[in-house]
């Protein structure tokens, strides 16, 4: 065999406990749990965009798969398979060899068998599409949040942007909170759990997972469920010592990478969901609030508002990140 | 909403009838079909490594589905489901729609939804998983072909490899033969109806498309297979008119690129398989057979010999197409 076939298969050949046919042929062949739906989606990491080149290869290979399982967590799905696609600029076989460990440290802490891949040469881009099952009607979609519903968000939003603006430059950080906002950048934890716990529960009408920022995110579910919303500053984590209170606004509500789950919940699930945390050992935010959509009031409403400690409502310059911006 | 949102959405928000619920929330969902068995393949494409940066787009958006459901073919699955992520250096607004209309026309001429997507700024790689059904205990792998089988071949092998030689300044072709060759190259048809009929018929024993070249791609039935197997060149399609000969055998046994399916079966079957070359208008040629692996013999035995027209084995320099050799 030629020296690909031989370094992908060396590194990538793990065993697949749930599958019928693991990587080494045409396809893979899967079998679905019967009377269960499958939850798919698909993320492309790409070098200098979504991460810098250098990037530890071990907490990339976790982020990889992780950015796909959290969209999976956001449905309520329980992680099953994954297939990996990598253009690498170069075959270097300790690159490799790490960054597969990190991606499977992802994959066996989930419960997900890498079922097939593609690498090819190339500027550095990794892609996952990553499939879970859930029954028949028991997403947590987007569009089913109601108005009077709390917004929720879960673990601490906020520290993967300060990451970020930290290696930009754009502020110092000391050093123990360095380390935490960097493992949030780098390390992020999909909610599988969260995700699971929600959906069996029946405690959330609608979730998302914060990759593109809080306000964008939370303006997917406003979209698709025809619903306005209300921000309250004060109710998400105060700024850590030190920390610039604009910058840190500008991380908490437009920094994306957070991979947090936001949620929609009635009010009377107030005390099951502080419950699920505790059981979780996850703290859940309730940060706001969801009112009738602009289409049954005057049209001007704004969809969107956030007050700040005051209850004066901010002006907001920008909701998120756009690619093509 | 946002630009890139915006552009995406107006150019690959299609209908998807046999889905649950399509793009536009984390995940997609599908409803397997009860009792089918899932086959998944992943396969991505780089701008100049699989494809000329300024290659027309609606052909590029063809081929960048079709080689993924060629390997459905090779299964012999019934693709059902697609996701596709992009990393584009701008958003092209024409480029995209152009793109978006070529991988639609194979995914509504192949019966695909496509579920989901991610498309980001950077170097052009298109990467795609397809999803596709069939029984269980059914699936045409690498690993089931028999000593005395024959080999077969679909379409007409060689093309592809000629259209780049050409393209690199390798050879030139007459006017027509360079049209066809540029077809085989840049628009391949997945040959999903041949694999459904091995399948279902029963037909094949072993089956794999040919993405690196006709004795690479036959070299993992072997492998799997545990088999040897010898080709006759002369059973292959000749040398077109005014074509090096030695070009021509290069473009044959080692081009990549081609998306016929190499199939191993039983001599009982030949008049079958004859039968549906007829029905399906596409030539199945028989060239060459599988013979007991080297670990029953000397274990010095060639495990992949190539006969010339005077039955003369030939020297064979390199078997295909390897990223990282």
Known sequence: MSGEFDLIRRHFARPTPATLLGPGDDCALLAPTPGQTLAITTDMLVAGVHFFADTDPG???????????????????????????GALPEADDSWLGAFADGFFACATRYGVDLVGGD??????????????????????RRDGAHAGDDLWISGSPGLAALALAALQGRTALPATLAERCRDALETPTPRIEL??????????????DVSDGL????????ERSHLAGEVELAALPAAPADIDSALWRDCLLAGGDDYELIFAAAPAARADIAALAQSLALP??????LLPGAETGSGQAPRLSVRDANGQPLTLTHRGYDHFA
Request: aromatic share 4%; charged share 15%; proline share 4%.
């Open 284 to 289: 859940l935010t309730r940060f706001g609030q």
């Open 119 to 140: 690498t090819t040469r190339g500027p550095l881009t990794l892609s996952v599409t990553a499939i879970g099952e859930l029954p028949l009607g028991s997403a947590l």
């Open 59 to 85: 907490r990339l290979g976790w982020k990889t798969l992780a950015v796909n399982l959290s969209d999976l967590a956001a449905m309520g799905a329980q992680p099953r398979w994954a297939t990996l696609a």
């Open 215 to 222: 306000l964008a995110d939370l303006g997917h579910i406003l």
């Open 195 to 208: 995700g699971l716990a929600l959906r069996t529960r029946q405690l959330a009408s609608a979730a998302i």
